[in-house]
């Protein structure tokens, strides 16, 4: 009916316009034909010919159009078409303005190359759909796509086939229907969940403004068309308008339905348009009649051939665009819109044409709004699994439902993020294998992963590492968090100071050399003291005549210099020699520099504690067995072991394999807890991020050595997904904010128990107290060298009694008693002088004379 309208419509809108003289005026003749009657079709046409036509325009049926066509071609009639056609080739008298199948089917592989798909499933009705699509079936590049096809069951319910799709995990859908059906299909599949965010949907029909779209324009969905009319073009505008007015004077109702055009009827009024130019041209150049004819007849017309040649000479715009042909009769170089479904409605975001391919044209304010609105008002299904500090249960002492039952690092980023982005979203923890990994017998992706590839998430947010197995099964935003993989181990324990500590500041080459310079100095000194000749002294310096000399530096008084000097202390003689007094200069300036720099060292030796590790690196662990080492059974830890192509991971990956009993542990907190309680004997490989949250709370853990590898965590979302390019617009603007490193302090050193650690350690940042344990040797020197001054002590005093008893002749049990006792009874401070043996025989005396007297006795020192 619509095509009947536009050609009438188009017949008078030439004849108002009085294109031709007086004498010519256009005369539409409108016949049906029923589909598939041919020979009722011959007839017709027949009886149109006899009645004298100057051209045929359709029928829209191909089983009757080959008849029309070769009446046509006989008598040289032009035969214009505007309905799809698949033929390679046409007869020399017929046009079509329809787009070829093989243009169309190359504008949707460069459609598919231009969205970067690399797998798809084509929803198909009958086989001319296949026809419509062989270039993308015939791929020009071997295994560049690959392709499910799958054909829709007679009927309306199409969920069985869309299920299948959904299983394969296959979110790229080209859909060729009649656009009668087009909302069937994408609302059931809106129905069983495959109309979110992570799907993209091209639409053949070049029809799809005609279909009601409003259910899916928030659904998230990419769903792209072709379309051949552009609703912006002034000759559309102009005839909608017209048609809007009521100027079709050939039906009595318009509404909102007759104002949108299909295809075809544009098509055939482009087709009214270049017929009138062609015809216009042939008028202006000669004679131009219509002159009644017979199908049986053999004389044609005499000016078909001229006017089918204007056809395909002249370029004429139409409401389709730019209309010529090639040699065949087909269109040529068509353009077509590529249009998006928005939320506003459909919109053209670029143009493809047959030499150029796809161009897209969306201005900057549009992509601008484009990025701004991408995520709003849309509900995103996040799937998470619980690690420590990213993704925990909340504490609270109420009963928490919804998104308000987690918290942690990776729930504050979503939340800023769904802020900038206006969306909400849902969180759904993960069952099994939370982060995902290749399953060994099946060799499917499972946990997040799987959610991500099945449809059942748009996102994963975790601490999940981006790595090429997983990039090759979903896309990643850029990273928000930078880390390697390190050794958790247990504390290195403080090694008890030794009894002798106060030697450690000077090594035991600097002792013995002291030892060697002590000794030398003191025998120089003796030696210039008794060379120089004014070391030797008067005794008594009473007498001015003495009849002997004095040196005071015998070998036992100059050790005793140079200790004294050495110890800081003094000494109760000094040298008067120019010589001696050089020599002990030089050791006095010795001792100066030596004793300072010992009681500088000193101090750091008592108060630094020295930590002792079996394991400071990688390299230690790898060439001893009495340490164990693991990691986590799945993930990317294990990989990189695995994986791995140097000698020493290679090594150390093979000890981890065949050990029994099994080093690898289900989580990271059975890890942490092997490594407490196996007393130094486990070491666990974990991402240094986890050892940094496990060190601030366990403060008998630590991390050993440096990183292994480098690597970050994302956030995961389907493969070609449109919601990328928001995130990570957004997650930029968060990092130069430095909202990660407020995020990381807030749940890494502040919550859940952070900074404990740091507290315990003392905030004073000053010198420890010294115990004991520091300063024990310097106590044991001491009594050392107390109980050996009461040794010689007691030596002494035997010789002395031992003496005394041989000069009285007296029993030496006697004298030691005697003396004993006189010591005893420690009172006063002198004692009487014993007399020698000649002088108590003289007086009779043999008893210790008077107080008055001192006592002397010889010192074995001098």
């Known amino acids: ?45 027949c009886a149109l010919v006899r009645s004298g036509v100057s051209a045929i325009f359709g029928p829209q049926s191909p089983k009757t159009s080959a008849h029309v066509q070769s009446i046509c071609d006989a008598l040289e009639i032009p035969h214009i078409e505007t309905r799809w056609d698949y033929r390679l080739r046409r007869d020399d008298y017929s046009v079509n303005l329809y787009p070829h199948p093989s243009s169309l089917s190359k504008a949707y592989l460069d459609l598919v190359r231009s969205f970067g798909w690399k797998s798809f499933c084509i929803v198909y009705e009958d086989k001319m759909g296949l026809v419509r699509l062989q270039e993308l079936l015939k791929t020009p590049r071997r295994n560049e796509f690959k392709i499910c096809i799958k054909k829709i069951p007679y009927g309306d319910d199409f969920r069985s086939i869309l299920n299948e799709i959904q299983i394969r995990g296959e979110h790229n859908i080209l859909v060729d229907v009649r656009t009668e059906r087009v909302f069937q299909v994408l609302k059931q599949a809106q129905q069983i969940g495959m109309m ?34 552009d609703p912006d073009r002034p000759e559309v505008r102009n005839l909608m308008a017209d048609w809007q007015a009521g100027r079709i004077l050939y039906t009595n109702k318009l509404g909102d339905d007759d104002i949108i055009m299909k295809t075809e009827t544009a098509l055939m009024y482009d087709a009214v348009k270049i017929f009138v130019t062609a015809i216009q041209i042939l008028d202006n150049s000669t004679d131009l009649q219509m002159t009644p004819m017979e199908c049986e007849g053999e004389t044609p017309w005499v000016y078909g051939n001229s006017l089918i040649n204007f056809m395909k000479v002249e370029m004429s715009p139409g409401l389709t665009g730019i209309i010529e042909f090639d040699p065949r009769g087909f269109r040529s170089d068509v ?15 670029g143009t493809w044409r047959t030499e150029k391919g796809v161009n897209y044209t969306l201005s900057q304010k549009d992509t601008h709004t484009e990025e701004r609105e991408g995520l709003a008002n849309k ?23 919804g998104n308000a039952r987690y918290e942690g690092f990776c729930i504050d980023l979503l939340s800023e993020l769904a802020e900038k982005l206006k969306f909400n979203y849902i969180l759904t923890p993960v069952e099994g294998n939370g982060y995902g990994s290749i399953d060994k017998t099946t060799g499917e992706w499972n946990g997040m992963i799987r959610e991500i590839m099945d449809g059942r998430a748009d996102l994963a947010m975790t601490d999940l590492t981006i790595s090429y197995e997983r990039q090759q099964a979903v896309d990643f935003t850029m990273p928000f968090m930078n880390l390697g993989i390190s050794i958790m181990y247990k504390k290195p324990q403080k ?8 030697l450690s500041p000077l090594s035991i080459e600097v002792w013995i050399y002291m030892m060697a310079a002590f000794v030398g100095v003191s025998l120089l000194m003796y030696v210039l003291a008794r060379v120089s000749p004014y070391e030797w002294q008067n005794p008594h310096p009473c007498n001015p005549d003495p009849d002997t000399l004095e040196n005071q530096f015998t ?98 990956w093979t000890f981890m394999e065949t050990h029994t009993p099994p080093v690898f542990v289900d989580s990271n907190a059975a890890g942490v807890e092997r490594v407490k309680t196996d007393n130094g004997l486990y070491a666990y490989f974990m991402e240094s991020t986890s050892i940094e949250y496990v060190t601030e709370r366990e403060c008998s853990l630590t991390q050993v050595g440096g990183l292994l590898d480098s690597k970050s965590y994302g956030i995961a979302l389907p493969r070609g997904s449109s919601n990328k390019g928001y995130l990570d617009v957004v997650l930029l603007t968060m990092q130069s904010q430095g ?124």
């Open 1 to 45: 009916m619509k095509q009947e309208i536009a050609f009438r419509y188009a017949v008078d809108r030439v004849n108002e316009a009085r294109i031709f003289g007086p004498r010519t005026k256009l005369r539409p003749i409108i016949d049906k034909i029923p589909d598939g009657d041919s020979h009722f079709a011959s007839k017709r046409v």
């Open 196 to 229: 979110s965010g992570n799907h993209n949907y091209i639409i053949t029909s070049l029809d799809l403004h005609l279909v009601d779209l409003e259910d899916f324009r928030y659904s998230g969905s990419n769903i792209t068309a072709l379309r051949l009319i």
């Open 335 to 349: 353009t077509l819109d590529i249009i998006e479904l928005k939320r506003t409605n459909l919109q053209k975001v």
């Open 379 to 401: 509900t995103l299904i996040v799937s998470i699994a619980f690690n420590d500090p990213y993704i925990m249960l909340a504490e609270s002492s109420e009963r928490l439902t």
């Open 495 to 502: 090694v008890p100071p030794a009894l002798f500590s106060f």
């Open 555 to 652: 070998i036992l008084n100059c050790l005793w210099f140079a200790l004294g000097s050495l110890m800081q202390q003094g000494c109760d003689f000094l040298p008067q020699a120019v010589s001696t007094r050089m020599v002990a200069g030089m050791w006095w300036f010795f001792t100066l520099i030596m004793i300072s720099s010992y009681t500088a060292n000193l101090a750091a030796f008592l108060t630094v504690e020295r930590l002792e590790s079996p394991i400071e690196s990688v390299e230690d662990l790898a060439k001893q067995t009495k340490i164990k080492y693991g990691t986590k059974s799945s993930g990317t830890t294990k990989n990189f072991f695995k994986d791995s192509n140097l000698e020493i991971y290679q090594r150390m």
């Open 739 to 862: 909202r990660f490193h407020i995020l990381k302090n807030k749940w890494f050193r502040q919550k859940r128990g952070g900074g404990k650690c740091k507290e315990e350690a003392g905030g004073g940042g000053g010198a420890s107290e010294l115990n004991l344990e520091n300063v024990g040797g310097v106590f044991v020197v001491l009594m050392s060298g107390m109980g050996m001054a009461l040794a010689v002590a007691i030596v002494e005093f035997g010789l002395e009694c031992l003496d005394i008893a041989k000069e009285e002749e007296a029993p030496l049990r006697e004298v030691l008693k005697r003396e004993l006792i006189f010591v005893l009874k420690c009172k006063g401070s002198s004692k009487p002088v014993r007399k020698k043996a000649e002088s108590d025989e003289a007086n009779g005396d043999t008893e210790y004379g008077s107080n008055d007297y001192n006592y002397t006795a010889k010192n074995p020192l001098t």
